[in-house]
């Protein structure tokens, strides 16, 4: 089952914010929000998590609404090298599950100069 | 700091064989696992491992096996190899097995022909 909804691809001009929506309507008290990017075909890098409350960190903030059913990824001065595939993930822990990352299909960023 | 290391980088196999995939966690991660991302999808999680013990395991046939060592790296074996099995194999540490960021690898990338 779909944990998490991304725009399939979006644009943003060279130093502008960039704005990246997930839904994750589903989630529950205990799931946490992980952002992570993949520069083509290389690991996915780690960027941001949240559980509840708005974060900032060197690289960018996360936004999560109130009722938790949605977050925004704020890139706040795009560049060229910010192109990249942006994963919204919900982890679930279980004792069965272990400690697993849902990746959906990411929505693919494109920085234009 | 080294992060997380993966060999082979690159691998070429031919269908019914097996493969054996390495991985070595950060220094000081205690925890490994492991996602197939096929071409265009996002990573799919395959094994958690804590303490040399599986944790957790995603919708995988019993073709895919791993383990964890003393040391905390990991092996990813797969046998009976099909075309399907072709992606990029990603290995991620975190410090333990439940409540942890992920850090990934730069993946092996795997051809079945």
């Known amino acids: 089952d779909a944990k998490t909804t991304q725009p399939t691809s979006m644009d943003c001009a060279e130093g502008r914010a960039a704005n990246l929506p997930c839904n994750h309507s589903t989630i529950s008290g205990n799931e946490y929000v992980y952002w992570y990017r993949q520069i083509h075909s290389q690991g996915p890098q780690y960027i941001i998590h949240g559980l509840k409350n708005n974060e900032t960190n060197e690289m960018a903030s996360l936004i999560i609404t109130e009722d938790r059913k949605s977050s925004t990824l704020i890139l706040p001065h795009a560049t060229l090298r910010d192109t990249a595939v942006y994963y919204c993930?919900?982890?679930?822990?279980?004792?069965?599950?272990?400690?697993?990352?849902?990746f959906g299909t990411g929505t693919s960023l494109t920085v234009i100069p | 700091d080294a992060g997380v290391t993966q060999s082979p980088t690159h691998l070429i196999k031919t269908r019914g064989q097996h493969v054996t995939l390495r991985c070595s966690p950060i220094?000081?991660?205690?925890?490994v696992s492991w996602y197939q991302q096929v071409l265009g999808q996002g990573p799919q999680f395959i094994f958690q491992?804590?303490?040399?013990?599986?944790?957790g395991r995603g919708n995988f046939p019993d073709r895919f096996s791993a383990r964890q060592f003393p040391n905390y790296s990991s092996e990813l074996n797969v046998n009976a190899l099909l075309l399907g099995d072709s992606a990029l194999y990603l290995c991620?540490?975190?410090?333990?097995?439940?409540?942890?960021?992920?850090?990934f690898g730069p993946g092996t990338r795997l051809t079945v022909l």
């Open positions: 220094s000081g991660h205690k925890s």
């Open positions: 993930i919900v982890r679930v822990t279980g004792l069965n599950t272990g400690n697993q990352f849902y």
């Open positions: 991620a540490s975190s410090l333990r097995g439940s409540t942890d960021t992920q850090y």
């Open positions: 491992y804590y303490e040399k013990e599986e944790r």
